[in-house]
Every structure is written in structure tokens, then in C-alpha cells.
């Protein structure tokens, strides 16, 4: 199991921020994330745009903090389910490559043998296929399929982790009633074995973690979940920690640091780490002077000046001309981040947070392998991952800059009365019909109820998938 324990490392031991140059060794700028156990009487009613404002307050002296590392030393019942939620950006998949850089470079948790990583991003590649545990384990992890027979039962009696990342993502039914799985070479459905992964009919000796947005974990019935923890990013002490990491010289950190602090609102979103990754390249860009810079700091107004970087960042990079008619250069950014924001908006609809080539055609970006490197715009913002068999498969570089995108398409349709646009809004059903029923939106609405509209559509979705995208419309 060599083999695998270096491809695990392969796979978590750089931090990816926007561009492949860009990477980071993960132990470099890692920096411990405060991790508490949560309350599972809470799960049902979360919001995410409720938690982002609930996690402002005062942690109460009695949260104790739980190391990434420990989750599992930490969960002394019986039901080895470790569930952890937590908000966009917070951290979490970052923690679970910690536990696995960790683990495969044998400083922690040396007593488990085998650990898989399992994104549902990936995971919903294969979902309506039959498949054994074995098979469905070879799919992300390719050298196990050079094992000998007598090894690859071996293995399954071992001390295993699986880790199942993206609760929020996954479009599998998630139905704990079905057909249970006993057997690692049984074939049946994705759902299946997951499902049975999490009640113990299969693998029951194995630790099973679970990582999620708030709104999507009570997907996990509680009766199966032994340690439930929550991810509430960083401490005052943490996020000084962290841009000293980001930033190498001293002299520029302390003094983000303390143009941060000069800012209230600014300094109280720094506990989401993904926020700080995105207030250290905003204020990198922009010099900072000894008086108070006057730089807006709302998490859409800062998602604004990131997008305008990389808009800076394409055209410095990627026309061969020096100088260009600024007019020209707006107007070119502007059509294609139009393309990528209504993919952004047509996408986060359907709850999807990776797309195919159709569907990017279907909102005119190019993806032949030419036209998608060459456009300095989409390398910056937009990649292509590794799909299965081969299959291209593209997201934007976080969910966060999705859910933006889709919001900044939908206020520009209301500007621009393209009411066709936000009929999504206007859907819903009446009482005792079957068939639905659209109010057709007025090209005079209200932007105040518009809003409305957006707001109780964004409470109709089980998984809050729209509560994130619901804040940056607001302008929150």
C-alpha cells in the first residue's frame, strides 16, 4: 500500500489558489482552523446566509476546539460516523487534505491503514451505475487495481478511513430505506453502498467522515452519526497566522494586517478562510497606504475587486498588444464574463457545480483546447479537472465564485429587463394543482420584489444551495 499512500500525498499536498503557478505546499500556509463539536438538533433548520451572521458572535468559552487530526480520536461512541459541516469557504476539504497529508507522510493516525478520499463532485460522474465497493474504490484510486485477489480481500479487513467530501454536491437520493450492502465485491447502486458505508451493514469497523454545508447535513440521519463537528474558521490569533503564511514579507503582512483591523466588517469576515485567500490577492493588488484606505469590504464588494484583478490579470497577460482602447478591453471582459455568469446561474439551478462541454457550448464559451487556454479570463477564474474515462470536466475555482457569478448575471438581467431570464424566480405551484404555475415577472418590478421572489426561492431548496448566491444579491 506504498503505492497508495503516495498518491495520496500527490493528491492533497499543494493548496490550489486560482492558477497552476500559484500552488502552494499545504503545510506552508496550512493554519489550524477552529473545529467544535456541533449540535445535531440544530442541522435541520440552518441557513447558510444565517450562518455566516451567527458565526460573527462571540464563541462561548466552553466550545472546545477539536483538531483536525483527532475527529476520530475524538469519537468514543460506537457508530463510527464523523459528520462536519460548515459554510462555504470555511475550510473543510482544506482540513480533510491535512488529515491525509498527514497521515501519508506518517505523522498522524498511523494506527488506520488505508484512507480513500471520495469527492461527490466526481462521485456524480458515476451515480446511476451498478458497481461493487471494490470496483467503486479503483475508480479514484487506480493502483488498486494491481493488487493480487488474496490482497484486495486483505485490505477490507484492515483499520480503513473513508472520507466522503461535499455532501452539499452530491445528486445522489440518498435513501437509507433501500437495499443494503454487505458484501465489498456486491454490486448495486452508488447510493447503495454509500448509504451502507454510513449505517455499517458494509465495512461496519470502518470510520466513515462526512463533510457538508450546514443545509445539506441533515442528509445523514442522526441516529448514525457517532461525532458531529463544525467547522467555524478561524480565531482573531488564526487569521493573523494565515496572512503571515500568505504573504512572505513581514513588512507587507503586518501591514494587511493592520489595514484589516482598521476595518470592522473586513476584519470579522477574516474568520472564512476562503475570504481571507480573496482579501489578501484584492489588497496585494492595491497599494496600501499609512492613512486608512477607503476599500469597500462587504463579501460581495470584495468578490467585486477579485474579479476585477483577474479581468486586470488576463488583459496584462494574454493580448500581445501593449496598449489597447480601455473601452475595447471592457467590453470584451464584460461579454465573457456575461458567457460564464449565466452558466454560473444556469447551473447553480439545477444544484450542479461541475459541467460538460455541452453545457458551456450552450452558453457560447468555446472549449476546444486552444481557445480555452488562450483565454486568459477563464484560466484565472474557471478549470478544467480531471474527469472520469477520460470525460473533460470544468468548474469555477471555488463554489463561491459560482454562486457570485450567478448572482452578478441576475442582477444584470433585472437591469437589463431580460425577464425571460428570471422566470426561475417566478415558478411555483398553487395550492391543490398539480400543474405548475408561473407569474410572469414585470419589466417594471421592484427590485425590492425581485428580492422577495429570490429569497423565498432560496428557502424552498432543501440543501441552501442558493444561500450563498442569495447574500451576494442582496449586496450583504
Known amino acids: 500500500m506504498k503505492t497508495h499512500k503516495m498518491n495520496m500525498k500527490e493528491k492533497v499536498e499543494h493548496i490550489f489558489e486560482c492558477k497552476k503557478e500559484n500552488e502552494a505546499d499545504l503545510k506552508d500556509v496550512f493554519?489550524?482552523?477552529?473545529?467544535?463539536?456541533?449540535?445535531?438538533?440544530?442541522?435541520?433548520?440552518?441557513?447558510?446566509?444565517?450562518?455566516?451572521?451567527?458565526?460573527?458572535?462571540?464563541?462561548?468559552?466552553?466550545?472546545?476546539?477539536?483538531?483536525?487530526n483527532d475527529v476520530f480520536r475524538q469519537n468514543k461512541k460506537k457508530k463510527k460516523i464523523v459528520l462536519t459541516k460548515g459554510i462555504a469557504g470555511i475550510g473543510k476539504?482544506?482540513?480533510?487534505?491535512?488529515?491525509?497529508?498527514?497521515?501519508?507522510?506518517?505523522?498522524?493516525?498511523?494506527?488506520?491503514?488505508?484512507?480513500?478520499?471520495?469527492?461527490?463532485?466526481?462521485?456524480?460522474?458515476?451515480?446511476?451505475?451498478?458497481?461493487?465497493?471494490?470496483?467503486?474504490?479503483?475508480?479514484?484510486?487506480?493502483?488498486?487495481?494491481?493488487?493480487?485477489?488474496?490482497?484486495?480481500?486483505?485490505?477490507?479487513?484492515?483499520?480503513?478511513?473513508?472520507?466522503?467530501?461535499?455532501?452539499?454536491?452530491?445528486?445522489?437520493?440518498?435513501?437509507?430505506h433501500?437495499?443494503?450492502?454487505?458484501?465489498?465485491?456486491?454490486?448495486?447502486?452508488?447510493?447503495?453502498?454509500?448509504?451502507?458505508?454510513?449505517?455499517?451493514?458494509?465495512?461496519?469497523?470502518?470510520?466513515?467522515w462526512v463533510t457538508s454545508r450546514p443545509a445539506a447535513a441533515n442528509q445523514i440521519p442522526p441516529e448514525y452519526v457517532g461525532l458531529f463537528t463544525e467547522v467555524r474558521g478561524f480565531t482573531d490569533q488564526q487569521k493573523e497566522e494565515y496572512f503571515r503564511k500568505r504573504i512572505k514579507d513581514d513588512t507587507q503582512a503586518s501591514r494587511m494586517i493592520s489595514h484589516i483591523k482598521m476595518s470592522r466588517s473586513l476584519y470579522i469576515m477574516s474568520y472564512i478562510p476562503m475570504f481571507c485567500w480573496i482579501t489578501a490577492t484584492v489588497l496585494q493588488d492595491i497599494p496600501i497606504e499609512n492613512n486608512e484606505e477607503n476599500i469597500n469590504t462587504t463579501l460581495t464588494e470584495m468578490y467585486i475587486h477579485f474579479l476585477l484583478i483577474q479581468m486586470n490579470m488576463k488583459s496584462q497577460k494574454h493580448e500581445r498588444k501593449t496598449e489597447r482602447v480601455h473601452t475595447k478591453l471592457l467590453d470584451s471582459n464584460k461579454t465573457l464574463i456575461l458567457k460564464l455568469a449565466k452558466l454560473a446561474f444556469?447551473?447553480?439551478?439545477?444544484?450542479?457545480?461541475?459541467?460538460?462541454?455541452?453545457?458551456?457550448?450552450?452558453?457560447?464559451?468555446?472549449?476546444?483546447?486552444?481557445?480555452?487556454?488562450?483565454?486568459?479570463?477563464?484560466?484565472?477564474?474557471?478549470?478544467?479537472?480531471?474527469?472520469?474515462?477520460?470525460m473533460k470536466v470544468f468548474c469555477f475555482v471555488h463554489l463561491s465564485v459560482q454562486e457570485f457569478l450567478a448572482a452578478v448575471y441576475v442582477f444584470l438581467c433585472y437591469l437589463n429587463k431580460n425577464m425571460d431570464e428570471l422566470?426561475?424566480?417566478?415558478?411555483?405551484?398553487?395550492?391543490k394543482v398539480r400543474t405548475d404555475h408561473i407569474d410572469k415577472?414585470?419589466?417594471?418590478?421592484?427590485?425590492?420584489?425581485?428580492?422577495?421572489?429570490?429569497?423565498?426561492?432560496a428557502m424552498q431548496s432543501q440543501k441552501g444551495h442558493l444561500d450563498l448566491f442569495l447574500r451576494f444579491l442582496m449586496g450583504i
Open 31 to 68: 493554519t489550524e482552523l477552529f473545529i467544535t463539536e456541533g449540535d445535531l438538533k440544530e442541522v435541520n433548520q440552518e441557513r447558510e446566509i444565517m450562518k455566516i451572521d451567527k458565526n460573527i458572535k462571540p464563541r462561548k468559552s466552553q466550545d472546545r476546539p477539536i483538531k483536525c
Open 346 to 390: 444556469e447551473q447553480l439551478k439545477k444544484e450542479n457545480i461541475v459541467f460538460y462541454e455541452e453545457d458551456l457550448k450552450a452558453c457560447g464559451i468555446d472549449v476546444s483546447e486552444e481557445d480555452f487556454e488562450s483565454t486568459g479570463m477563464l484560466t484565472e477564474i474557471f478549470r478544467q479537472e480531471a474527469g472520469l474515462h477520460e
Open 423 to 431: 422566470q426561475f424566480f417566478f415558478k411555483g405551484r398553487q395550492r
Open 441 to 457: 415577472p414585470d419589466k417594471n418590478i421592484a427590485v425590492h420584489d425581485l428580492l422577495k421572489k429570490a429569497v423565498r426561492k
Open 93 to 176: 476539504t482544506v482540513s480533510v487534505h491535512k488529515f491525509i497529508l498527514d497521515w501519508a507522510e506518517e505523522e498522524a493516525n498511523q494506527d488506520i491503514d488505508c484512507v480513500f478520499l471520495l469527492q461527490f463532485r466526481r462521485i456524480n460522474c458515476i451515480k446511476d451505475r451498478k458497481i461493487s465497493l471494490h470496483e467503486f474504490l479503483q475508480k479514484f484510486n487506480p493502483e488498486l487495481k494491481d493488487l493480487e485477489t488474496s490482497k484486495k480481500c486483505e485490505i477490507y479487513k484492515r483499520n480503513l478511513a473513508v472520507i466522503f467530501d461535499g455532501l452539499d454536491e452530491s445528486r445522489l437520493p440518498l435513501d437509507f
Open 178 to 208: 433501500s437495499g443494503m450492502v454487505t458484501s465489498v465485491e456486491e454490486r448495486s447502486s452508488v447510493d447503495e453502498l454509500f448509504t451502507s458505508l454510513v449505517n455499517g451493514s458494509l465495512l461496519p469497523s470502518a470510520h466513515v
